[in-house]
């Protein structure tokens, strides 16, 4: 059985950084496109970084140049590096295993789910 597991995220003032990891168990990450997701108050869950099997990383433009996400598939894991946060970057943070290779930003396309953690940036 797979299950990903969430650790880091919390609070942090606008400016502040977060490091948000991502432990995957159950199956080996090296054949799988894992993908960072938020949902903010009041709008859908959006990809913000996916990191396919192949190496690279895409990046929402909301994002960019603020956040890197990376993989190590040796230890299974995921990490988001947020920095310089905004208080509009306040939400759930969730990473996903999609049980392909090929990499999508549309969470129905993902089956596995870590926890979710709450962000929250104050101004």
């Known amino acids: 059985q797979v299950q990903l597991v969430e650790s880091g995220g919390g609070s942090v003032q606008a400016g502040g950084s977060l490091r948000r990891s991502c432990a995957v168990y159950?199956?080996?990450?090296?054949?799988?496109?894992m993908v960072w997701f938020r949902q903010v108050p009041g709008k859908e869950r959006e990809g913000i970084s996916s990191l396919p099997p192949t190496g690279g990383m895409t990046i929402n433009d909301s994002v960019k140049g603020r956040f890197t996400a990376s993989r190590d598939d040796a230890k299974n894991m995921v990490y988001l590096q947020m920095n310089s946060l905004k208080p509009e970057d306040t939400g759930m943070y969730y990473c996903?295993?999609?049980?392909?290779?090929?990499?999508?930003?549309?969470?129905?396309?993902?089956?596995?789910w870590g926890q979710g953690t709450q962000v929250t940036v104050s101004s």
């Open positions: 159950g199956e080996t990450l090296v054949t799988a496109c």
């Open positions: 996903a295993r999609r049980v392909t290779w090929v990499c999508s930003s549309r969470p129905g396309d993902f089956a596995y």
